[in-house]
């Protein structure tokens, strides 16, 4: 895929993400995200647990065939199964199967007609061999529906940094 492609894939998905945001302004009496969200947590949860059972076909069912995966550096950018599979099978090598675990600490999103969005702050511990480590880590999801189903479209993952005060 060239770069032109990838960039317009990424491009589409960041409007799409804004373009869904206005009416996610609104929240629920209690400051709760709307209810609509939990089938998006449900859908991460999915990720989730794939993910940490090193399951390929369980991860491709949650992400649409056309998805954009974007790091935190420049040149981390995967577009499409194919991609995405190499990327996870680098990433399957930090942990050892079945010892990863995410905390959703916080998140938003919205569920509309025409897709959807998530965004949370997580900590994660993985463990590789008898070495545990644990970090922070945004994720921003933009999700479509597939025969009635909801997929990820774009994730955005970024480690955050530490705060430089001058």
């Not at 990838?6 to 629920?28: I, Q, S, W």
């Not at 974007?70 to 194919?82: A, F, I, N, Q």
């Not at 900590?123 to 590789?128: A, E, P, Q, S």
Request: charged residues 20%; glycine residues 6%; proline residues 4%.
């Amino acid at each position: 895929m060239t770069n032109l492609t990838r960039r317009n894939a990424v491009l589409a998905a960041a409007v799409g993400a804004a373009v869904l945001a206005v009416p996610a302004m609104a929240k629920t009496k209690d400051t709760q995200p709307d209810p609509s969200v939990e089938v998006l947590r449900a859908l991460l949860k999915a990720h989730d647990q794939a993910f940490t059972d090193h399951d390929m076909k369980g991860l491709l069912a949650t992400l649409s065939p056309e998805c954009v995966l974007m790091g935190t550096s420049p040149g981390e950018l995967w577009v499409g199964h194919d991609e995405l599979t190499e990327a996870y099978k680098h990433f399957f090598a930090d942990f050892d199967k079945g010892k990863q675990n995410f905390e959703h600490l916080w998140y938003d999103g919205n569920v509309g007609p025409a897709g959807a969005w998530l965004m949370t702050t997580s900590k994660v511990t993985l463990t590789k061999g008898k070495k545990s480590s644990e970090f922070g880590l945004n994720l921003s999801l933009t999700c479509e529906k597939h025969d009635d189903k909801w997929l990820i479209r774009a994730m955005h993952f970024s480690n955050p940094t530490a705060s430089t005060k001058a």
